[in-house]
């Protein structure tokens, strides 16, 4: 039985998908299994997969009608047979020791998780640049409260793509339930991520960038319209759910969830109303406002401990003053550029 299973959703990806592929197969560890989950490509890309298959008995290939991205990795786990699950996008790229650098993670923590760092790279594979540590020491065996508290409150391990896990310390069935998702296309991850670690027991960061992470400027994730932002709030949604079934159903981790929801809430308004007009912003809140989470906690915030900023937006958006809204987060995004609010 292979020790990997490296799982891979292609939609459209015809530019990229054989040289990630090719970053996988060219790996220094080579006990691992491919299984590639075409979600109903109208490019070449199934056709491609299908021949990288007939190339090399590793790489398995999954034909579907187009579901979206939760659906495709959800087809591409139940495939899985391998030891750790890792999951990759169709245009990205693996450092040739990724495996065998977690291998020997593994082999000698006996850990549940292993989590790396990314590099950032430009759509010819320039390298562009990484964040900074996730962590405070590398090869260190972090319990995996101090991974979920870091999860709800930092955003550092919602990305799928950043980790290998033990796969029989995933809840499959919950998995399976997230095929029900299909009205958001961005921030599934994050609760499929949660998923994946909220059983695991510990966790080693390996603070090296071996994936390597391709930046296209015409992505959801790069471009703010109102279906990102709503779809952000929807995932927290269902994450707010999926902690209520699990043993973080604690006030303190729901509380850390809930905070987390405002501060992303309120600062994707303020790039909304930077972006477009106030009829925009106004759309935008009023399908945020129908979610459970926004109802259960929109009176709790003031004990949220949030920056005297967002306190403000808060006000703001609590009194429907959305022209005051509007115009202080246009002022405020022009003065302070990219660099978030604080």
């Not at 115009?327 to 995004?333: D, E, G, P, V």
């Amino acid at each position: 039985m292979a020790v990997f299973s490296v799982l891979i959703p292609v939609y459209n990806s015809e530019k990229y998908i054989q040289e990630c592929v090719r970053s996988v197969l060219d790996q220094t560890f080579q006990n691992f299994e491919i299984i590639l989950a075409d979600d109903g490509s109208t490019d070449e890309s199934g056709k491609i997969c299908d021949q990288l298959s007939s190339c090399d008995k590793r790489i398995t290939v999954i034909h579907q009608k187009n579901q979206g991205p939760a659906v495709a990795r959800i087809a591409a786990f139940q495939k899985a047979r391998g030891d750790y699950v890792i999951y990759m996008d169709s245009d990205d790229l693996w450092d040739k020791q990724l495996l065998e650098k977690i291998q020997a993670i593994i082999e000698k923590h006996d850990c549940d998780i292993v989590t790396f760092r990314w590099r950032y790279i430009d759509l010819k594979g320039k390298y562009l640049g990484e964040l900074p540590p996730a962590y405070p020491r590398e090869n260190v065996v972090y319990d995996i409260r101090s991974v979920i508290i870091k999860f709800l409150t930092e955003e550092v391990e919602n990305s799928l793509c950043k980790r290998a896990v033990r796969r029989n310390r995933i809840d499959c069935s919950q998995i399976a339930s997230l095929s029900g998702i299909k009205d958001i296309y961005l921030g599934e991850d994050m609760v499929q991520s949660f998923i994946m670690i909220k059983d695991c027991k510990n966790m080693v960061y390996l603070d090296q960038s071996l994936y390597y992470y391709r930046v296209n400027p015409h992505s959801l994730t790069h471009n703010l319209d109102i279906k990102p932002t709503i779809d952000i709030a929807k995932a927290r949604q269902y994450l707010h759910i999926i902690i209520r079934q699990s043993k973080f159903n604690q006030p303190e981790y729901r509380k850390m969830l809930e905070k987390s929801f405002w501060e992303r809430y309120l600062t994707d308004l303020v790039n909304v109303a930077a972006l477009y007009d106030i009829k925009t912003l106004k759309k935008t809140v009023h399908e945020i406002k129908k979610l459970d989470i926004y109802k259960s906690t929109k009176k709790k915030v003031r004990g949220y401990s949030l920056s005297l900023k967002r306190k403000m937006l808060y006000f703001l958006e609590q009194s429907e003053w959305w022209t005051c809204f509007w115009l202080l987060a246009r002022i405020y995004k022009r003065l302070i550029g990219n660099r978030g609010i604080g």
